[in-house]
């Protein structure tokens, strides 16, 4: 299993737009909707954000969307605001009752 | 509110065997909902899922630490435990325990982490 890749980074402006990709393989994001999502500021334990592709938690605004195609998993942030700068990190299940992390994005408000 | 808490040595040295629990409040651990997870984070780096115990007992293993790691749960004590054999520097890392939905990869609750340094 590698892991599964995703920008170093990423950056915009508040207000504005940003899209986080994950990709994998047809053995575990291509084969499986169970694609979740998590933001990490430093220091603090990572937050669930989006699960099973699109579902978002109780709490989790909705600015926050999630998308799949083929092999890759998206992360949108709409509406970008200060308190998103963080690191974000996709997690697929990959069969044999396994999961695989991505390597991480770090998210840049400008 | 859910808690979980990880709890152990900081510190171990090459070879030996690693062990922490993590202990579960204000839920049940108990529930045949969920399943509970480690998941381990080396400074500055991703994530990686290391297994998951079911309250039957019922485990899984990342395949590249399955010759390693043992999960187990104790029910009575609301807690679960890590062991990991013959550790090296490479397994210097913060420990997460957390709790995870029967939809695979929904980790909702998560401990604050554990910072384990395999060391001399």
């Known amino acids: 299993q590698s892991a599964l890749t995703q920008p170093r980074s990423v950056s915009g402006s508040p207000g504005q737009s940003v899209t986080i990709s994950c990709t994998g393989t047809?053995?575990?994001?291509?084969?499986?909707?169970?694609v979740s999502w998590y933001q990490q500021h430093p220091g603090k334990a990572p937050k669930l954000m989006l699960y099973d592709v699109t579902k978002r938690p109780s709490g989790v605004p909705d600015r926050f969307s999630g998308s799949k195609s083929g092999n890759t998993a998206s992360l949108t942030i709409s509406g970008l605001q200060a308190e998103d700068e963080a690191d974000y990190y996709c997690?697929?299940?990959?069969?044999?009752?396994?999961?695989?992390f991505g390597g991480g994005t770090k998210v840049t408000v400008l | 509110q859910v808690q979980l808490q990880e709890s152990g040595p900081g510190l171990v040295k090459p070879s030996q065997t690693l062990s922490l629990t993590c202990t579960v409040s204000g839920g049940s651990i108990s529930s045949t909902s969920y399943y509970w997870s480690w998941i381990r984070q080396p400074a500055g780096k991703g994530l990686e899922w290391i297994g998951r115990i079911y309250i039957s007992g019922s485990t899984n293993y990342n395949p590249s630490l399955k010759s390693r790691v043992t999960i187990s749960v104790d029910a009575s004590k609301k807690q679960f435990s890590l062991n990991l054999s013959s550790v090296t520097a490479a397994d210097t890392a913060v420990y997460y325990c957390?709790?995870?939905?029967?939809?695979?990869?929904?980790?909702?609750?998560w401990g604050q982490g554990t910072l384990v340094t395999v060391s001399s």
């Open positions: 997690c697929s299940y990959a069969g044999s009752y396994t999961l695989i």
């Open positions: 047809s053995s575990d994001v291509g084969a499986y909707n169970y």
């Open positions: 957390a709790r995870e939905g029967l939809t695979t990869g929904n980790f909702d609750y």
